[in-house]
């Protein structure tokens, strides 16, 4: 009975011992293959951290990249700018010697009335001028009045106004209006400069700066 006993309890230890083993080995498994899941999880969030942040720091330099491109444009520009600026004040600078020249302007000033009296097409015409400038304009008047009348058919009345003059410090020319004085031709020498400016400014960039590649069509 002794033994049987024995025997039994050896059998429940043996038992009990590999039920421990088989719990050991299931939780180290489970273990493993939680270790294994939870690595390869905190592998991918890595990776995608990484992924992410290379991302960022690509269009980071893309943005950086554009900014540069964008202020370097913008300076050129602003030099080009700078350069036609110039340019039409030496022009100014010109057009101001022009009228110091009688002979010279006296014959600017003749074309530049009879333009006016062209566009305008009035019987009735007021002409403004510097205060320097109506001697010369009147003789200008004087021999434009002819010229105009033989070229229409039609006659006209002009008159300087010797109450409002044009600035003495503009470099020189006229302004010509309508009987009512709502309608106007700028004859300036510096309203001329301005509309050739204009006319001239995709001929002018050109021979400065060259053609643009980019650009289809000229104004």
Do not use: W
Not at 2 to 14: G, P, S, T
Not at 29 to 45: D, M
Not at 116 to 129: A, S, W
């Amino acid at each position: 009975m002794l033994n049987f006993i024995k025997h039994m309890m050896a059998f429940i230890e043996q038992e009990a011992s590999e039920k421990v083993e088989e719990i050991d080995a299931k939780a180290e498994e489970e273990f493993n293959i939680e270790k294994g899941r939870l690595v390869q999880t905190q592998r991918v969030k890595i990776m995608e951290y990484y992924e992410k942040k290379e991302k960022q720091i690509e269009q980071h330099k893309k943005i950086q990249m554009s900014n540069l491109m964008n202020q370097a444009r913008l300076k050129v520009l602003k030099a080009r700018d700078d350069m036609i600026t110039d340019l039409l004040n030496e022009a100014r600078l010109r057009l101001a010697e022009v009228a110091k020249d009688p002979a010279q302007y006296s014959r600017l000033l003749e074309g530049l009335v009879l333009q006016g009296f062209y566009q305008l097409l009035e019987p009735k015409v007021t002409i403004r001028c510097r205060q320097q400038d109506v001697e010369i304009v009147q003789a200008a008047v004087d021999k434009n009045i002819p010229i105009y009348k033989e070229a229409v058919k039609s006659n006209i009345i002009v008159r300087i106004d010797q109450e409002r003059f044009l600035p003495s410090g503009i470099c020189g020319g006229v302004e010509v209006y309508n009987d009512n004085g709502k309608i106007k031709v700028s004859n300036t020498l510096e309203s001329r400069l301005e509309l050739m400016a204009q006319q001239m400014m995709p001929e002018i960039r050109v021979n400065l700066f060259g053609a643009n590649p980019n650009r289809k069509f000229t104004d």
